[in-house]
């Protein structure tokens, strides 16, 4: 069992950084790929960024390349997505969650699985993320 609570999310500007912080409990936290997920109401939830169990691979929609960053400190059972040059269209409610990905890979490339959000057992219970004009 993971619980995950997320953290960070708030109002601020148009080009603009936050850090978003997911705390995992549970022992197994190293285990897991983490995902980063966003939805907006009316939208189905779309992936963001994902890393891989062991901080070594890290994947990102196209649309956040080159200003998002997704980490992990098994240390502290977190992992951070810290965003920068926020968008308006960035703003949504950001969900962290954990899956358990057969590495390097099972059925389906890890890469591919690591962005599907049925891959992903555990959910946080979202921060929300608002980017002004």
């Known amino acids: 069992q993971v619980q995950l609570v997320e953290s960070g999310g708030e109002l601020v500007q148009a080009g603009g950084s936050l850090r978003l912080s997911c705390a995992a409990s549970g022992r197994t936290f190293s285990s897991y790929a983490m995902g980063w997920f966003r939805q907006t109401p009316g939208k189905e939830r779309e992936f963001v960024a994902a890393?891989?169990?062991?901080?070594?691979?890290?994947y990102y929609t196209d649309s956040v390349k080159d200003r998002f960053t997704v980490s992990r400190d098994h240390a502290k059972n977190t992992v951070y997505l810290q965003m920068n040059s926020l968008k308006p269209e960035d703003t949504a409610v950001y969900y962290c969650?954990?899956?358990?990905?057969?590495?390097?890979?099972?059925?389906?490339?890890?890469?591919?699985?690591?962005?599907?959000?049925?891959?992903?057992?555990?959910w946080g219970q979202g921060t929300q993320v608002t980017v002004s004009s």
């Open positions: 969650a954990a899956a358990f990905i057969p590495y390097p890979s099972g059925t389906i490339p890890y890469e591919t699985a690591a962005g599907r959000g049925d891959s992903y057992t555990y």
């Open positions: 890393i891989s169990w062991n901080g070594g691979s890290t």
